[in-house]
């Protein structure tokens, strides 16, 4: 039995002990999603945040790196840390270290389909061999004392369709949720996500299934929902430039019957805000480099943003974001008179 919408809203995700309430989750995504961007879709509605996957090398020894990916944000809570690899003894480390460092869900990734980490049997490689994965999400949930959960796709080649059987796997391995995102590995993002594998999925276990594929806002959340059936919704593109989809989803399900898009003044506050977080936890140059594919993000949509883009794959230094940042709103008279202003500045 499908929930309606509001019903969906109401109803805590069950992950252990923890009640994620309401059921919408932020994807992991390497390189996007360090603390500044959680913390952000956090404030707009996604109530349990992921890290960046970290590998189990670097994170087995608590490398600085790997420490940096997985960062907790100020007041974060609960976030889920997601390990990558296929090595039983450094998976055992990685679980401790996990632990330790006190977050509360453990995250296996078996979807991962970057090819570095595919040729290495890492992500959405392992998902090819079954008994490894079961003999690893044993030890995982043997010795963590916290709730360990596992992301899978659909299968690995264009073919394939091995969901279901990960995800009674990961279930008879004592798994307390799996995440499905309807692709297979082979196709990457490409194409359109399967969102029937997540209703069988569903259907298959009695652990809690989030569903993870081309949900943009609210109109395409409530059709995954009314197709799978599923418990939790994990958004991960859609919230790249909109962080505030979590609100359009809320809204949305809610009764609106119109998209939310905040005001002006406030996306251009949110962009200010990303940009100052990640001053702080990478410094300023390296926030204007990363601002680079941010704003462009941001700017997706608004009129004349092609040119608004290509001054921001120039940024070098807070004083060209704000520059930048005066740019907003994309209109066409005040577009035209402040990009006068800063063409000298940022083009140099």
Known sequence: MVMAPAEFLRTPLKIGDLSISPPLVLAPMAENTSYPFRMICKRYGAALTVTEMVTTHPFAQLSRQSRKIIERGPGEYPLAVQICGNEPDLMEKCVDNAVLLGYEIIDLNLGCPVR????????GGLGRYPERVEQLLKIMVSRSRVPVTVKIRKGFAATDDTAVE???IAEACGVAMITVHGRTVSQMYSGRADWDVIRRVKEAVKVPVVGNGDVVDGKSAQAMLAQTGCDGIMIGRGAIGRPWVFRDVISWFSGATEPFEPPSDEMIAVVRE????????????????????????????????????RRCLNLRSRVEFDMVLAMLPLSKPAYEGREKNVSSSVEG
Not at 274 to 294: D, N, P, Q, T
């Open 116 to 123: 570095r980490m595919v040729s290495r049997d890492y992500g």
């Open 166 to 168: 990960l995800a009674r």
């Open 274 to 309: 990303h940009f100052e977080m990640l001053a702080l936890y990478a410094g300023e140059s390296k926030a204007a480099l990363l601002m680079r594919k941010y704003l462009c993000s941001y700017s997706r949509g608004m009129p004349f943003s092609h040119e608004f883009r």
